[in-house]
């Protein structure tokens, strides 16, 4: 994005705060972990983080990070089952962690990436995707539902959007959703499906894309400033590494459809987390930038990486310009079916990165993000506009 070595050292201090030490590693279970059934008993306990870390560095040192991460994710094993599903935990940060390592060919960062795939929290997000799996295997061959119709009918389920509660947080999905709307959620979710072949990557990237960015772009609320869903925000900022990995020739095809198919339903599930909010174009379309008017991609890249934050604001509007690339390659290939593919397209990407931008520069961290479109009590917090 163009940031200078002060600019790197000023976003590092902004959060050495944040920063803990990371307890040693345990030499005599680091070597445990070489059998797969010892290694599965050790997942989804933070606690064993620096475990895991070790023991994927020592590997990536032997084997190079390419083999180790096909090993682990993407074969037929109970280990790389596992593991698999663990990228999609964690509010999509293990996805994040290992794009960032495997665009920038950084072993450390693989590592890091793998670890905190293999240690974080189950969230009952693997039994959710099996489900969906499940379901769309009954209706084998049928075509792909258009995802913005998707989030729709997720709204409209009265069931769905009374299942989480605002004060459970970043739990909600665990705490609210899972236990009270699994199946109405994956039975919608179900249809969205992905085919094994490079087209319908294409298409399945570019709509989950850009559906996600609706979702993030247009739960605005008429009357009060421009805010964006902390949660569908990460949706956005994930999907440059979902593209990322289904271009890489070494990762099976069946795998890259399953990964995006699980991402663009993760995605519903998130959105459902946040309160189902009521999404409406318009306050995107006419959404009238204010810090960030006049600014093209090259002037929102600097201010970006100058915003003082945890990062969020530079990832988030680095992966809409790159959407914005991927998705102009296709939006004549839909015709009249562009709108419902692409809710968000042409220079919607750039108006969602401006309102980001106008919505977070010099605002307390703690007010840059909605962490629940869809609940009111947080809209009550919003600046009044005319």
């Not at 698999?84 to 999509?92: A, D, I, M, S, W």
């Not at 709204?155 to 959703?177: E, F, H, S, Y």
């Amino acid at each position: 994005m163009g940031g200078k070595s002060e600019d790197l050292k000023r976003a590092f201090e902004d959060n050495d705060h944040q920063q803990i030490q990371i307890p040693p590693a345990d030499p005599a279970i680091v070597r445990e972990m070489k059998d797969a059934d010892v290694f599965i008993k050790y997942m989804r306990d933070p606690a064993q983080y620096n475990n895991y870390l070790k023991f994927f560095e020592q590997e990536i040192e032997t084997r190079g990070w390419r083999d180790v991460l096909y090993e682990y994710f993407f074969t037929p094993t109970p280990v790389a089952k596992s593991m698999f599903v663990q990228l999609f935990e964690g509010l999509y940060h293990p996805l994040i962690h290992v794009g960032f390592g495997i665009e920038f060919d950084q072993p450390a960062i693989v590592a890091e990436g793998l670890a905190q795939a293999a240690s974080h929290a189950w969230g009952n997000i693997g039994n959710y995707l099996a489900r969906c799996d499940e379901i769309s295997r009954q209706d084998e061959g049928a075509l792909s539902t258009p995802l913005q119709e998707l989030y729709h009918q997720v709204r409209a389920t009265d069931k769905i959007r009374m299942a989480v509660r605002l004060q459970q947080g970043p739990n909600r999905i665990k705490d609210g959703l899972m236990p009270n709307a699994m199946e109405e959620l994956a039975s919608i979710a179900a249809q969205f499906r992905v085919g094994n072949d490079h087209m319908d990557w294409e298409r399945g990237l570019v709509e989950s894309t850009s559906c996600a960015t609706y979702n993030a772009a247009a739960a605005q609320r008429k009357g009060k400033a421009a805010k964006i869903d902390f949660f569908s925000m990460h949706a956005v900022t994930s999907s440059i590494f979902l593209s990322l990995l289904v271009r890489q020739s070494w990762i099976p095809s069946e795998q890259k459809a399953k990964l995006i198919e699980w991402k663009g339903r993760l995605d519903l599930a998130w959105y459902a987390s946040s309160g189902s909010p009521q999404l409406d174009l318009q306050l995107v379309t006419s959404y009238q930038p204010t810090l960030s008017k006049d600014m093209n991609w090259q002037a929102l890249y600097k201010a970006a990486i100058k915003c003082h934050d945890d990062g969020h604001v530079a990832k988030f509007v680095r992966a809409l310009y790159s959407a914005e690339g991927e998705a102009r390659e296709l939006e004549g290939r839909f015709d009249k079916d562009t709108a419902i593919t692409l809710p968000i397209r042409g220079d919607l990407w750039l108006r969602t990165a401006q309102m980001c931008l106008d919505s977070t520069t010099d605002v307390p961290l703690d007010e840059k993000w909605l962490m629940g479109a869809g609940f009111d009590p947080l809209w009550n917090r919003v600046t009044d506009v005319a």
